[in-house]
């Protein structure tokens, strides 16, 4: 089957919109994450999904981010008043479960520069 | 907290070269512990992984092996070749914490041919 797919591949911006990225799961995964890869942060972790409910969402820098999750599949990472630090390749994962042991498949992400 | 600490590069080798990536964490519990790999243009992909202490994972002619009296899993690879050239990545997940990954700063490797 398909890997995990992550749209738009590219997003520019301006300071102060806001930006919805996409991710599709691999089919079946019960489990989502996302994480940011930046120059100067490396890879962060953002949140988790299990299912649609979000039990840790530790790793959103502000309120401006939030994500949602329907129907135990695609999911949303919403920026609201995107800043030029925001600028960073978006990473989607999912994965059979929760447990630590069990493989993540990534998707190729989505690179949002802001200007 | 949990947090993993890479050797940094970049790392240059020649074809054929024996290669160590230094990796060291910190954690509470039991973590498992990954490598991911990303080549250029491409997206990350596991290249392998150990879940419990003395675990060694394999894949592609690299090898880590679990050694929690050290705190570490180092990357080694008896003859690199000039299509290892990547970014490596370690990291954890922490006990019982949803499988979220902690990676470390990554470590570029490029081999010469």
């Known amino acids: 089957g398909a890997g995990v797919s992550q749209s738009p591949s590219n997003k520019v911006t301006e300071k102060g919109k806001d930006v919805e990225l996409r991710c599709d799961p691999i089919s079946g995964h019960t489990a989502l994450y996302w994480y940011r890869q930046s120059l100067g942060q490396g890879l962060e972790f953002l949140i988790y999904?299990?299912?649609?409910?979000?039990?840790?969402k530790s790793g959103l820098p502000s309120d401006r981010f939030s994500a949602e999750r329907t129907g135990g599949s695609v999911s949303t990472l919403t920026i609201q008043r995107t800043q030029q630090e925001d600028s960073a390749v978006y990473l989607c994962?999912?994965?059979?479960?929760?447990?630590?042991?069990?493989?993540?498949?990534f998707g190729p992400g989505t690179r949002l520069t802001v200007l | 907290g949990n947090s993993v600490t890479q050797m940094e590069g970049p790392v240059t080798l020649s074809e054929e070269a024996f290669l160590t990536i230094n990796c060291t964490y910190t954690a509470t519990g039991y973590p498992s512990l990954f490598w991911y790999v990303q080549y250029p243009g491409e997206g990350l992909q596991l290249l392998l992984k150990?879940?419990?202490?003395?675990d060694k994972g394999s894949n592609k002619g690299f090898e880590a092996t679990y050694r929690k009296e050290t705190t570490s899993f180092h990357l080694e690879k008896g003859s690199v070749q000039v299509s290892d050239s990547a970014v490596y990545f370690c990291?954890?997940?922490?006990?019982?914490?949803?499988?979220?990954?902690?990676f470390g700063q990554g470590t570029e490797l490029s081999v010469k041919p």
């Open positions: 990291a954890l997940t922490p006990y019982n914490q949803g499988g979220k990954l902690i």
């Open positions: 150990a879940t419990k202490a003395d």
């Open positions: 994962a999912s994965s059979s479960g929760l447990a630590g042991r069990v493989t993540q498949y």
């Open positions: 999904f299990q299912g649609n409910s979000a039990p840790d």
